[in-house]
Protein backbone atom coordinates (compact mmCIF):
# COMPACT_ATOMS: atom_id res chain seq x y z
CA UNK A 1 0.00 0.00 0.00
CA UNK A 2 1.57 3.15 -1.34
CA UNK A 3 0.98 6.02 1.72
CA UNK A 4 0.29 9.62 -0.15
CA UNK A 5 1.75 12.10 2.29
CA UNK A 6 0.19 15.89 1.79
CA UNK A 7 3.09 17.96 0.82
CA UNK A 8 2.02 20.91 2.59
CA UNK A 9 2.01 19.40 6.17
CA UNK A 10 5.49 17.64 5.44
CA UNK A 11 6.93 21.33 3.51
CA UNK A 12 5.10 23.01 7.03
CA UNK A 13 7.14 19.95 9.36
CA UNK A 14 10.19 21.17 7.52
CA UNK A 15 10.17 24.22 8.18
CA UNK A 16 9.68 23.84 12.06
CA UNK A 17 12.62 22.17 11.68
CA UNK A 18 14.55 25.04 10.42
CA UNK A 19 13.09 27.60 12.48
CA UNK A 20 14.44 25.62 15.75
CA UNK A 21 18.08 25.18 13.90
CA UNK A 22 18.31 28.99 13.40
CA UNK A 23 16.91 29.99 16.98
CA UNK A 24 19.69 27.62 18.04
CA UNK A 25 22.27 29.31 15.87
CA UNK A 26 20.85 32.80 16.30
CA UNK A 27 21.68 32.36 20.28
CA UNK A 28 24.71 30.34 19.87
CA UNK A 29 26.31 33.38 17.85
CA UNK A 30 25.26 36.24 20.48
CA UNK A 31 27.18 33.73 22.95
CA UNK A 32 30.13 33.17 21.09
CA UNK A 33 30.14 36.88 20.27
CA UNK A 34 30.10 37.84 23.99
CA UNK A 35 32.73 35.10 24.67
CA UNK A 36 34.86 36.75 22.23
CA UNK A 37 34.36 40.21 23.64
CA UNK A 38 34.94 39.22 27.06
CA UNK A 39 38.21 36.87 26.27
CA UNK A 40 39.45 39.74 24.58
CA UNK A 41 38.65 42.62 27.04
CA UNK A 42 40.56 40.00 29.52
CA UNK A 43 43.23 39.81 27.02
CA UNK A 44 43.37 43.70 27.08
CA UNK A 45 43.41 43.89 30.95
CA UNK A 46 45.90 41.53 31.31
CA UNK A 47 48.23 42.28 28.61
CA UNK A 48 47.78 46.40 30.01
CA UNK A 49 49.10 45.25 33.26
CA UNK A 50 51.67 42.39 31.74
CA UNK A 51 49.59 40.34 34.81
CA UNK A 52 50.08 37.26 32.37
CA UNK A 53 53.38 36.16 30.24
CA UNK A 54 53.44 36.26 26.83
CA UNK A 55 52.64 32.06 26.25
CA UNK A 56 49.53 32.81 28.13
CA UNK A 57 48.80 35.47 25.85
CA UNK A 58 49.22 33.61 22.88
CA UNK A 59 46.91 31.24 24.38
CA UNK A 60 44.72 33.74 25.36
CA UNK A 61 44.99 34.98 21.19
CA UNK A 62 44.43 31.31 20.08
CA UNK A 63 41.37 30.80 22.09
CA UNK A 64 39.89 33.68 20.90
CA UNK A 65 40.66 33.02 17.07
CA UNK A 66 38.65 29.81 17.99
CA UNK A 67 36.01 31.46 19.57
CA UNK A 68 35.96 33.57 16.32
CA UNK A 69 35.78 31.62 13.79
CA UNK A 70 33.18 29.40 15.50
CA UNK A 71 30.91 32.68 15.70
CA UNK A 72 31.84 33.28 12.01
CA UNK A 73 30.96 29.63 11.07
CA UNK A 74 27.60 29.63 12.93
CA UNK A 75 26.93 33.17 11.03
CA UNK A 76 27.36 31.33 8.01
CA UNK A 77 25.11 28.00 8.95
CA UNK A 78 22.55 30.28 10.03
CA UNK A 79 22.12 32.50 7.12
CA UNK A 80 22.46 28.85 4.80
CA UNK A 81 19.47 28.05 6.71
CA UNK A 82 17.86 31.00 6.87
CA UNK A 83 18.34 30.62 2.91
CA UNK A 84 16.64 27.12 2.74
CA UNK A 85 14.11 28.37 5.01
CA UNK A 86 13.35 31.34 2.61
CA UNK A 87 12.69 28.84 -0.15
CA UNK A 88 10.05 26.47 1.37
CA UNK A 89 8.91 29.91 2.66
CA UNK A 90 8.00 30.85 -0.28
CA UNK A 91 6.38 27.43 -2.13
CA UNK A 92 4.61 26.98 1.34
CA UNK A 93 3.13 30.10 1.35
CA UNK A 94 2.64 30.24 -3.28
CA UNK A 95 0.96 26.75 -2.43
CA UNK A 96 -1.48 28.03 0.52
CA UNK A 97 -2.65 31.60 -1.74
CA UNK A 98 -3.35 28.76 -4.51
CA UNK A 99 -5.55 26.47 -2.15
CA UNK A 100 -6.74 29.78 -1.14
CA UNK A 101 -7.78 31.06 -4.45
CA UNK A 102 -7.86 28.63 -6.37
CA UNK A 103 -9.04 25.34 -5.67
CA UNK A 104 -10.80 25.20 -2.07
CA UNK A 105 -12.40 28.29 -3.60
CA UNK A 106 -14.51 26.24 -6.09
CA UNK A 107 -15.45 23.76 -3.48
CA UNK A 108 -17.80 26.30 -1.57
CA UNK A 109 -16.04 25.43 1.59
CA UNK A 110 -16.92 28.52 3.10
CA UNK A 111 -14.93 31.21 4.87
CA UNK A 112 -13.02 28.29 7.02
CA UNK A 113 -12.05 26.73 3.86
CA UNK A 114 -10.75 29.71 2.49
CA UNK A 115 -7.86 30.61 5.08
CA UNK A 116 -5.13 28.68 5.46
CA UNK A 117 -4.98 26.51 8.39
CA UNK A 118 -4.12 28.31 11.62
CA UNK A 119 -0.76 26.15 12.29
CA UNK A 120 0.09 26.27 9.12
CA UNK A 121 0.18 30.64 9.41
CA UNK A 122 1.87 30.21 12.88
CA UNK A 123 4.12 28.55 11.31
CA UNK A 124 4.98 30.66 8.74
CA UNK A 125 5.18 33.15 10.96
CA UNK A 126 7.31 31.90 13.64
CA UNK A 127 9.79 31.29 10.59
CA UNK A 128 9.72 34.71 9.57
CA UNK A 129 10.26 36.05 13.48
CA UNK A 130 13.55 33.77 13.73
CA UNK A 131 15.00 34.17 10.42
CA UNK A 132 16.78 37.47 11.68
CA UNK A 133 19.77 37.22 14.47
CA UNK A 134 19.34 37.83 17.52
CA UNK A 135 20.01 42.19 18.89
CA UNK A 136 20.54 42.79 15.28
CA UNK A 137 17.99 42.09 13.01
CA UNK A 138 17.71 42.68 9.32
CA UNK A 139 19.91 41.78 6.78
CA UNK A 140 22.84 43.31 8.05
CA UNK A 141 22.58 41.02 11.18
CA UNK A 142 25.29 38.36 10.10
CA UNK A 143 27.64 40.96 8.45
CA UNK A 144 27.51 42.40 12.01
CA UNK A 145 28.16 39.78 13.81
CA UNK A 146 31.15 38.32 11.49
CA UNK A 147 32.58 41.88 11.48
CA UNK A 148 32.48 42.16 15.22
CA UNK A 149 34.32 38.90 15.48
CA UNK A 150 36.65 39.39 12.72
CA UNK A 151 37.42 43.39 15.10
CA UNK A 152 37.92 41.35 18.10
CA UNK A 153 40.90 39.39 16.55
CA UNK A 154 42.71 41.73 14.78
CA UNK A 155 42.55 44.03 17.86
CA UNK A 156 43.47 41.74 20.48
CA UNK A 157 46.76 40.17 17.92
CA UNK A 158 47.43 43.58 17.39
CA UNK A 159 47.36 44.39 21.18
CA UNK A 160 49.71 41.17 21.51
CA UNK A 161 52.16 42.26 18.71
CA UNK A 162 52.65 45.91 20.62
CA UNK A 163 52.86 44.52 23.89
CA UNK A 164 55.89 41.91 22.59
CA UNK A 165 57.32 45.07 21.14
CA UNK A 166 58.28 47.44 23.85
CA UNK A 167 59.60 50.86 23.19
CA UNK A 168 62.83 52.05 23.66
Not at 10 to 29: E, P, W
Not at 53 to 59: Q, Y
Not at 129 to 152: E, H, M
Request: hydrophobic content about 50%; proline content about 4%; aromatic content about 6%.
Amino acid sequence: MIRKTDPIRDSLAYLVRITMRLRVTGVSVVCATLLDVALAVDFAISAARRAKSTLDLSFSIVEIAAIAAVAILLVVVHEFLRKRGDAVFEEVSDELQWDTTGRRKTTEAGYAGSRPLLDARITLRSFASSSDLPLVPGKLGPAFYATLNILVLLVSALMMIVRSNPTY
